[in-house]
């Protein structure tokens, strides 16, 4: 059985090689979040000790019992659904939120952030394929999100994320990624600070980084299955 370190060193030769074929420069960073949803406090450890940077969590009460006693310094990313009654903690907690997708929402985030006197950098979940089971905003509906995040004192903008399918043929993925680049580019021509395109997970992160993903959230290819006794 590969060991953490094995399946981080194999996940990062993964995404330069995708880079490649993008023929991106070896420069232009590309964020891997590892996520550890279901998995423990020394695996964190163990991944952060490795190189990670970037810590990706789905649920508030999960995150907030393992941060407290994690003792690494780490960028905590939220990539999970978020409900409103759950902003405040975290907006205390997280450094980037990536699924912001209603104006509710938005409000609560930007009234936390102000109690605190923090501005709370988000990315707006989009949802290409109108999934049902999905969170997201539909593209017709994301530039009044766009404007009702600009309205706000205490939310920076900084990029889009997507969800793709969980096709059972991959590449199926490709057309909605390269939709979303373009849509992020589009975006991004007009504004600043406007970074952060967060797409792929364990599946097919090896396409989104082909297609213009610059955050890629992966962690079964990491940390193996999860342990969902945990």
Known sequence: ????????????????????????????????????????VDVMREAIDAGVKNIGEN????ATEKFSVLDREVTKH??????????KPAVKMFDLIHSAD????????????????????????VNLAEEETKSGVHEENLQSLIEKTDASKN?????????????????????????MREIFDRIRRTRQNFDFLSMGMTHDYKIAVEEGANIVRVGTAIFGQRNYSQ
């Open 155 to 179: 939310i920076r903008l900084r990029g889009l994320m997507l969800i793709a399918p969980n096709y059972s043929d991959v590449e199926k993925c490709r057309p909605l990624f390269r939709q």
């Open 1 to 40: 059985m590969s060991t953490v370190i094995e399946n981080l060193q194999t996940v990062t030769d993964e995404i330069e090689k995708a880079k490649a074929r993008r023929e991106v420069a070896k420069d232009e960073e590309v964020i891997l979040v590892a996520v550890t949803k279901n998995h423990g």
């Open 78 to 87: 939220l990539i999970g659904h978020l409900q409103t009654n759950k902003v």
């Open 59 to 62: 649920r508030i009460q999960e």
């Open 102 to 125: 209603s104006e509710r929402l938005i409000e609560a985030i930007d009234k936390a952030a102000g109690a605190i006197e923090k501005v709370q950098d988000i990315l707006i979940q």
